[in-house]
């Protein structure tokens, strides 16, 4: 009898779970929807889906790449060699819009995408989680995880992030996202001419933090008219790498990362284009050696300059236009160069990426997009000749980006 009861509880259990779950996003969209307080909800999502095709390669030595492993400590595919093709996915996006007020708004997303994918398939996450407080005139707070004053501004001009993101976010120079406060607005120039936008931030992605160090960013943009932008953005970071060896010792590396870009941009009805430049600067500061002499006492420090440079900087120039309103070609030239000096090693890494493809769009909501994605480096090592060469990789695309 005992272990009925128990299957009797179980199965109690896994009923009430999805009723408790479902109850709960009702009581929460009620919340926010609700008639008396004025509030308005709006769900919408947004699909990336690819078919690709790769050919071989004739070198079997020939690395798979994609853009940002110039970041030398961002990782590599493995070697594929073999022609390869099939379906996938890139990003899944559901969204939750809320005007709360007059002068607040939220936002809710969740993102599952190709590069987060478990056992049981996509694992989602969140990647906006926002409100936004408009305390006077056209000045914003904003609080929470959300994009951060960075490539925000080409990236709409771009217009085309279901190919590819733009250089700075491809490249790892900055996170999509930050958690953290900033705050946006004019600055009382001839009719808002010019805006700003600062935050202040983990620096972290998406996630909480666990250390006093936090990121800067700033941006001043310029708006002649509505179509034209031009824009200066910066951006300041330090924290601490700590990492073990053996269980007793403790080696504390602060670095502090660096990034300057210029963009200017021109969004037209029938012609698009930008040109956005970026360099960045990844410096180690002295490093620390801390040795535990046993379990219960302190040990003692040991410090030793080390100040390797990792200097990356690259332009991409893109556009698109409009030859109907169902039929549009996109291009893009992203042009990146590495110079990192670790030790007696002075490595030299050049990428070049194209893009080139064309938009169908038989509605407003979906488009088709035939596109043709070439990515090479060329690693030079002076010290380390086996390891320096091209490294490629090709591929044409069917994608097709749907939105409600």
């Known amino acids: 009898m005992p272990d009925l009861e128990e299957k009797e509880n179980r199965k109690k259990t896994m009923v009430a779970a999805p009723i408790r779950t479902l109850f709960g996003i009702t009581l929460l969209i009620s919340f926010f929807a609700g008639d008396a307080t004025g509030q308005t909800v709006k769900i919408g999502g947004l699909a990336y889906v690819d078919y690709f095709y790769r050919p071989g390669d004739d070198d079997k030595n020939v690395l798979w790449q994609r853009p940002k492993d110039n970041l030398w400590d961002s990782g590599r595919d493995e070697t594929v060699n073999d022609a390869l093709h099939g379906f996938t996915y890139r990003r899944l996006y559901l969204t939750t819009d809320a005007a709360i007020s007059e002068r607040f708004k939220a936002r809710f997303r969740l993102e599952a995408s190709d590069n987060k994918v478990g056992s049981g398939g996509p694992v989602p996450f969140v990647k906006d989680m926002w409100v936004d407080w408009n305390y006077t005139g056209a000045h914003s707070a904003r609080l929470g995880v959300m994009p951060p004053p960075a490539f925000q501004l080409s990236e709409g001009v771009w217009g085309f992030r279901s190919l590819e993101k733009t250089i700075l976010d491809v490249q790892g120079v900055n996170s999509s996202r930050d958690f953290g406060i900033r705050f946006d607005g004019p600055i009382p120039i001839r009719n808002d001419l010019v805006r700003y936008a600062v935050m202040l931030a983990n620096g972290n992605g998406n996630r909480a933090d666990d250390d006093k160090y ?6 001043i943009s310029i708006h002649p008219s509505d179509k034209l932008v031009f824009s200066v953005g910066a951006d300041y970071e330090k924290y601490l790498d700590d990492f073990i060896i053996e269980g007793d010792i403790v080696i504390s590396r602060p670095y502090r990362k660096m990034r300057t870009s210029v963009f200017g941009g021109y969004e037209g009805g029938i012609v698009r284009f930008g040109l956005e430049a970026f360099l960045y600067a990844l410096k180690f500061e002295e490093e620390q050696t801390y040795i535990v002499r046993s379990e219960n006492a302190d040990g003692f420090i040991e410090t030793s300059a080390y100040e390797p440079l990792n200097r990356l900087s690259g332009i991409s120039v893109f556009g698109s236009i409009r030859v109907n309103p169902q039929v549009e070609f996109v291009g893009r030239l992203d042009l990146t160069k590495n110079n990192g000096e670790f030790g007696q090693i002075d490595p030299l890494l050049n990428e070049t990426f194209v893009l080139a493809g064309m938009a169908f769009a038989p509605h407003e909501n979906i488009r088709i997009i ?13 010290e380390v000749p086996e390891v320096s060469g091209k490294q490629k990789n090709r591929m044409g695309r069917v994608t097709i980006e749907a939105s409600f």
């Open 214 to 219: 936090k990121k800067g960013y700033a941006r």
């Open 370 to 382: 035939p596109n043709l994605w070439w990515f090479v480096s060329d690693a030079q090592w002076e």
